[in-house]
């Protein structure tokens, strides 16, 4: 089937660690987004790639690093310095002319 | 500043009745508008979506109506059923083919009661 999977569904690390999650579409699609969803919160752009080896900082990208040497993978980092790393997080992907899909998301506590 | 606005936090109908979800926006470049519909714990799924080109687009119970004039468009469910409940976010997106960043509202809780 295709789809976008992330990993892991739950994610627990100790305050000043970095933490990497996982995102990976197997739909073909260019373009690939970082989200980020706080109670009460839209969602909120991080990252975002139009293709590969290019991606550039979105509204809320303080904090966080992202890499995309792969069509298929767009993984993010959560650093030391973003200050409120506690949240859900949802990674998308598209084509140019087209919606937007979601995977089902990675939710991150920093104890 | 806040470019897509979805004013009510959350909406409570009967089964069957007409759920009218509403959002504004402020950034007259979106020409692409989309709703999408979310369950907690899991990603938003697309529900249906308008070009400014167009006024209205229907996809079985569900229609989406755009006034440009007013920067304003809602999302009709037509009946509602207790399946709908959830969030539902309105999002816009710039036209010219850069369909690559959408602005998010910050979603209406929709609950439908049987």
């Known amino acids: 089937d295709g789809g976008i999977t992330q990993s892991p569904k739950y994610l627990f690390r100790k305050e000043g660690q970095n933490v990497t999650l996982s995102c990976e579409q197997n739909?073909?699609?260019?373009?690939m987004y970082w989200y980020r969803q706080d109670p009460g919160q839209g969602l909120r752009l991080i990252y975002y790639?139009?293709?590969?080896?290019?991606?550039q900082k979105g509204d809320i990208a303080e904090g966080y690093s992202v890499s995309r040497e792969k069509k298929e993978s767009f993984p993010l980092t959560v650093t030391s310095a973003q200050k409120n790393p506690t949240a859900f997080y949802l990674c998308?992907?598209?084509?140019?002319?087209?919606?937007?899909?979601f995977g089902p998301g990675t939710r991150l506590t920093v104890l | 500043d806040q470019q897509v606005k979805q004013n009510s936090p959350s909406l409570s109908v009967q089964e069957g009745r007409i759920s009218i979800l509403n959002c504004d926006y402020t950034?007259?470049?979106?020409?692409?508008f989309l709703w999408y519909k979310k369950y907690p714990a899991e990603g938003p799924t697309f529900l249906i979506s308008?070009?400014?080109?167009?006024d209205k687009n229907e996809d079985g119970r569900f229609t989406v109506f755009l006034n440009k004039s007013a920067k304003h468009l809602s999302l009709h469910i037509v009946p509602s059923q207790p399946g709908d409940s959830a969030v539902y976010f309105c999002?816009?997106?710039?036209?010219?083919?850069?369909?690559?960043?959408?602005?998010f509202g910050k979603g209406t809780l929709l609950t439908v009661n049987p």
């Open positions: 998308a992907s598209s084509t140019r002319q087209d919606q937007q899909f």
């Open positions: 739909l073909n699609h260019d373009a």
């Open positions: 790639s139009q293709i590969v080896n290019d991606f």
């Open positions: 950034n007259s470049m979106f020409d692409y």
């Open positions: 308008i070009s400014s080109i167009k």
């Open positions: 999002a816009a997106s710039p036209g010219g083919g850069s369909n690559y960043k959408l602005t």
